[in-house]
T-cell receptor, first 112, second 112 residues
Framework: GDSVTQMEGPVTLSEEAFLTINCTYT??????LFWYVQYPGEGLQLLLK?????DKGSNKGFEATYRKETTSFHLEKGSVQVSDSAVYFC???????????FGPGTSLSVIP | DGGITQSPKYLFRKEGQNVTLSCEQN?????MYWYRQDPGQGLRLIYY???????QKGDIAEGYSVSREKKESFPLTVTSAQKNPTAFYLC???????????FGPGTRLTVT
């Protein structure tokens, strides 16, 4: 079945460091891909999305490019801030059915 | 302000008692979802509803029940049959099933 794999955390970075969180997926069709962020004690918020191959989603300095050839949707940010500390979830939605499948989440901690 | 509300934020119950978690949305979304999140883990789908008066089991429906009598409301009952109910419960909605989901702030349930 469809699945999402993310790099294991926790990830700890210094402020202004470059961030990459890897996400790869398995799907039978052409899914839409999402990154959600969860701040401590809160629900998830949609961070960015891409609906077709080679699309780049971006928001708040974060970017991710839909790479069909490598079935990946890695999240990047050029310079992280302490306020970016959160758990990041990669997710996909297959075109043929309505459920969204979430990855296990990657915890990011940014230290001053 | 449009959004999803969950109440209460923290809930404590004794083992053997049923408890109902509230989820209300004023986004005029057709689809609503309940997820369970355990520490360090991703989201697991409990139930979802694509339209009023209809709902389907998710991946871990045993020990839970839902109703969808109104478009804006999707309460979740955690029954005494749920063997390990202590968790963080997240409600979400989307304009239609499969579109990006908007999450509530969550309810942390502790059963002792």
């Amino acid at each position: 079945g469809d699945s999402v794999t993310q790099m294991e955390g926790p990830v700890t970075l210094s402020e202004e460091a470059f961030l990459t969180i890897n996400c790869t997926y398995t799907a039978t069709g052409y899914p839409s891909l999402f990154w959600y962020v969860q701040y401590p004690g809160e629900g998830l918020q949609l961070l960015l999305k891409a609906t077709k191959a080679d699309d780049k989603g971006s928001n708040k300095g974060f970017e991710a490019t839909y790479r069909k050839e490598t079935t990946s949707f890695h999240l990047e940010k050029g310079s992280v801030q302490v306020s970016d500390s959160a758990v990041y979830f990669c997710a996909l939605k297959e075109t043929s059915y309505d459920k969204v499948i979430f990855g296990p989440g990657t915890s990011l901690s940014v230290i001053p | 302000d449009g959004g999803i509300t969950q109440s209460p934020k923290y809930l404590f119950r004794k083992e053997g008692q049923n408890v109902t978690l509230s989820c209300e949305q004023n986004l005029n979304h057709d689809a609503m979802y309940w997820y369970r999140q355990d520490p360090g883990q991703g989201l697991r789908l409990i139930y979802y509803s694509q339209i009023v008066n209809d709902f389907q089991k998710g991946d871990i429906a045993e020990g839970y029940s839902v109703s969808r009598e109104k478009k804006e409301s999707f309460p979740l009952t955690v029954t005494s049959a749920q063997k390990n109910p202590t968790a963080f419960y997240l409600c979400a909605s989307s304009i239609e099933a499969g579109y990006e989901q908007y999450f509530g702030p969550g309810t942390r349930l502790t059963v002792t």
